[in-house]
């Protein structure tokens, strides 16, 4: 096959190596998001409330996990605002501390996973157009393997990504449902 006088192709290889590369981006792309996702379900684990309680008082560690981390930045906030003799309503400081982690916890973890996830239709795409490309150009026999097999190889490609998208986006919901409640955990913590 002749693209344009200036390139020479052969289906088979094109259809094969174009194959290869969709689906390793998008199984590449998918398994750093799987990544992010364990990583973020292992931060907004839920805690026992007694244990929130003792360790509110001590400093933030970046190994700490949601709840602990909200729990701490109540109580430090709160006792910062007690110690100037200005102290913020306490619907205020909840309102606050839950906007902070929960912007926190969707920069770190929920917007990335959602960016693998929004990558992955357009790879799965340009996997189905390669297909695509080669039966319209192939100037040989229409109902040859070749292009019975371009087309149907490469809607592989855009069925998983269509699958790793679908599930990246229930993951990222149940991540928000998560998040939430070890946040809501964090603020029950008595200041």
């Not at 490469?154 to 998983?160: P, R």
């Amino acid at each position: 096959m002749d693209i344009l006088g200036l390139i020479t192709i052969n289906p088979n290889s094109f259809n094969i190596w174009s194959l290869r590369i969709s689906l390793t981006l998008t199984s590449s792309i998918f398994i750093i998001a799987m990544v992010l996702a364990a990583r973020a379900f292992l931060h907004a684990k839920a805690l026992d409330q007694k244990h929130l309680d003792s360790i509110k008082d001590q400093h933030a560690s970046p190994t700490d996990t949601l709840a602990e981390s909200v729990a701490k930045m109540l109580w430090a906030t709160s006792q910062s605002d007690n110690a100037t003799g200005a102290a913020a309503p306490k619907e205020f400081l909840y309102d606050a501390t839950r906007e902070v982690a929960q912007n926190n916890f969707n920069g770190t973890f929920v917007n990335r996973i959602y960016m693998c996830a929004n990558l992955l239709p357009p790879i799965g795409l340009w996997g189905t157009v390669a297909g695509m490309i080669v039966i319209f150009l192939y100037t040989g026999d229409p109902g040859s393997a070749i292009n019975n097999g371009a087309i149907g190889a490469k809607l592989w490609s855009t069925y998983f990504a269509l699958m790793y998208y679908v599930l990246l986006q229930a993951i990222c919901v149940c991540l928000d449902v998560m998040a939430k409640r070890s946040i809501n955990r964090g603020l029950q913590v008595k200041i």
